[in-house]
Each structure stands twice: as structure tokens, then as C-alpha cells.
């Protein structure tokens, strides 16, 4: 049972030019509603990462993005503790 979906017009361009790709490189001629299935699919098996990518920001921190904070510290000899912190944000 087929039902309609509605996509703005760069959606629906996107999925023509991956269309017309898959027909280009493969000699096969695919319709639009098998390449959303297997979009679908695709996106079903990775459904943590299409999760994460609605998220505003990603918690917690990928590998990367950890190594990228640690490269970005740096030590000033000075030992500071939460009165210090306190002191200095709010005086």
C-alpha cells in the first residue's frame, strides 16, 4: 500500500539526481519509491545516528571532539578551586 509523502522542492530534486546517479553508474533504473525504501532502511539501521542528528547539539562528545578539548588545554601553573570560580563569575 502505497501512501504520499510531500518534500519541499530541493528534497525532491536531490532524490531525482540520486535517481538518475544510481542509473547512471549501475545501468539500473531505480523509481523514487524504491530508493526512499532503501533510504529508509538504511536510515532504520543507523537510527542512533538519524536520533542525533535532530539533536541541537551532540551529548556526549564524539571521540574527536573530546581529543579536540584536550589539545585545547592548557596548564597555568596556577591550582584553582570552586571559591576561585565562584569569585571569579559572580565577584
Known amino acids: ?3 504520499a509523502v510531500k518534500v519541499d522542492d530541493a528534497a525532491k530534486s536531490r532524490l531525482e ?5 544510481i542509473r547512471l553508474r549501475t545501468g539500473r533504473n531505480v523509481t523514487q519509491q ?3 525504501t532503501r ?3 538504511d536510515a532504520y539501521e543507523s537510527r542512533a545516528e538519524v536520533i542525533d542528528s535532530f539533536r541541537e547539539s551532540t551529548v556526549p562528545l564524539s571521540a574527536d571532539e573530546k581529543d579536540a ?5 592548557i596548564s597555568s601553573g596556577v591550582e584553582t578551586d570552586e571559591s576561585d570560580i565562584d569569585e571569579i563569575l559572580y565577584g
Open 34 to 36: 524504491e530508493l526512499l
Open 1 to 3: 500500500m502505497a501512501t
Open 69 to 73: 578539548m584536550r589539545e585545547g588545554r
Open 17 to 21: 539526481e540520486l535517481q538518475a546517479e
Open 39 to 41: 533510504l529508509i532502511d
